[in-house]
T-cell receptor, first 117, second 115 residues
Framework: QQQVKQSPQSLIVQKGGISIINCAYENTAFDYFPWYQQFPGKGPALLIAIRPDVSEKKEGRFTISFNKSAKQFSLHIMDSQPGDSATYFCAASLPFTGGTSYGKLTFGQGTILTVHP | DSGVTQTPKHLITATGQRVTLRCSPRSGDLSVYWYQQSLDQGLQFLIQYYNGEERAKGNILERFSAQQFPDLHSELNLSSLELGDSALYFC??????????????FGEGSRLTVL
């Protein structure tokens, strides 16, 4: 119920192409869905986030699409660049309702994106 | 630079030993989170502290413990180390009470190798 399943594990895209990473969840109580980007030797950094009251959020070349009924959300990277090569993690978190369940950001397994020049 | 400082960056030790990982959060952040990253398990939430108090707990082993001090820095203690404890340990901080309110800022991690 707390799991977030991410696919694919790895992705190779040509420069200028579209990179698409998908995540699925079971717990409908999740209400916050961020994406984090991690470069080698660095910690993850927030890229973009969405809440279930909107179906899409766009920031520059990065777009989150959210499908509440299917319990899925995805990251689209338009015009992919070699500098986008990194590991991408989707995540989900429960709302603050007290107890030990809040404050837990559950991450997907990660997708290693390689963008070839 | 996220503003979160973790030490040491690398640590090699033997099975059965005990180590302490240290984290200094961003200035002004009251929440500290610890995550374990391994190749087969991804990023696993261990524990969160807010202003010195334990706030949320994940899949943290009984051999592991943590605390947050009055100056808000945090330490993660790993004892009776096993080979499977080899991983990258991340500390993250945020100004918020919970992780579903906003951004977590991650340090660069402490890589632990247990031989």
């Amino acid at each position: 119920q707390q799991q977030v399943k991410q696919s694919p594990q790895s992705l190779i895209v040509q420069k200028g192409g579209i990179s698409i990473i998908n995540c699925a969840y079971e717990n409908t109580a999740f209400d916050y869905f961020p994406w984090y980007q991690q470069f080698p030797g660095k910690g993850p950094a927030l890229l973009i986030a969405i809440r279930p009251d909107v179906s899409e959020k766009k920031e520059g070349r990065f777009t989150i699409s959210f499908n509440k009924s299917a319990k899925q959300f995805s990251l689209h990277i338009m015009d992919s660049q070699p500098g986008d090569s990194a590991t991408y993690f989707c995540a989900a978190s429960l709302p603050f309702t007290g107890g030990t369940s809040y404050g837990k950001l559950t991450f997907g397994q990660g997708t290693i994106l390689t963008v070839h020049p | 630079d996220s503003g979160v400082t973790q030490t040491p960056k690398h640590l090699i030790t033997a099975t059965g030993q005990r180590v302490t990982l240290r984290c200094s959060p961003r200035s002004g952040d009251l929440s500290v989170y610890w995550y374990q990253q391994s190749l087969d398990q991804g990023l696993q939430f261990l524990i969160q502290y807010y202003n010195g108090e334990e706030r949320a707990k994940g899949n943290i082993l009984e051999r592991f413990s943590a605390q947050q001090f009055p100056d808000l820095h945090s330490e993660l203690n790993l004892s009776s180390l096993e080979l499977g404890d080899s991983a990258l340990y991340f500390c993250a901080s945020s100004v918020f009470y919970t992780s579903n309110t906003g951004e977590l800022f991650f340090g660069e991690g402490s890589r632990l190798t247990v031989l």
